[in-house]
């Protein structure tokens, strides 16, 4: 099982910045990647950006490509991590509730909600243009 915390939602003019921390404790070994998700109202969550925990690689939606950076802080800690998501360029499309997410199958498509079994609570972001 892990627990997942995230932090560092608000309100923001578009063209501004936040970073979103997640904080995993419990069975991390369990864990090959970790993602960030976004869920406006009235529409699907969506993938916006991953990282496999051990080999570090990233994957990004177009949508949030060369605006977010995904990175973390522990990857050889078997029982703890933090995930965080630097959001620049902000836009009001970027609105939402921001979930972090673990994942503990296959890296064949890391954005996709089914590669994930391990939810945080969400965390919202407000971008007023």
């Known amino acids: 099982q892990v627990r997942l915390v995230e932090s560092g939602g608000g309100s923001v003019q578009a063209g501004g910045s936040l970073r979103l921390s997640c904080e995993a404790s419990?069975?991390?070994?369990?864990?090959?990647?970790m993602g960030w998700f976004r869920q406006a109202p009235g529409k699907e969550r969506e993938g916006i950006a991953t990282i496999h925990i051990s080999i570090g690689e990233t994957v990004y939606a177009d949508s949030v490509k060369g605006r977010f950076t995904i990175s973390q802080d522990n990857a050889r800690d078997t029982m703890r991590n933090t995930v965080y998501l630097q959001m620049n360029s902000l836009k009001s499309d970027d609105s939402g509730m921001y979930y972090c997410?673990?994942?503990?199958?296959?890296?064949?498509?890391?954005?996709?909600?089914?590669?994930?079994?391990?939810w945080g609570q969400g965390t919202q972001v407000a971008v007023s243009s």
């Open positions: 997410a673990a994942g503990a199958g296959s890296w064949w498509k890391p954005l996709s909600f089914d590669a994930y079994n391990s």
């Open positions: 419990g069975k991390m070994y369990l864990t090959n990647y």
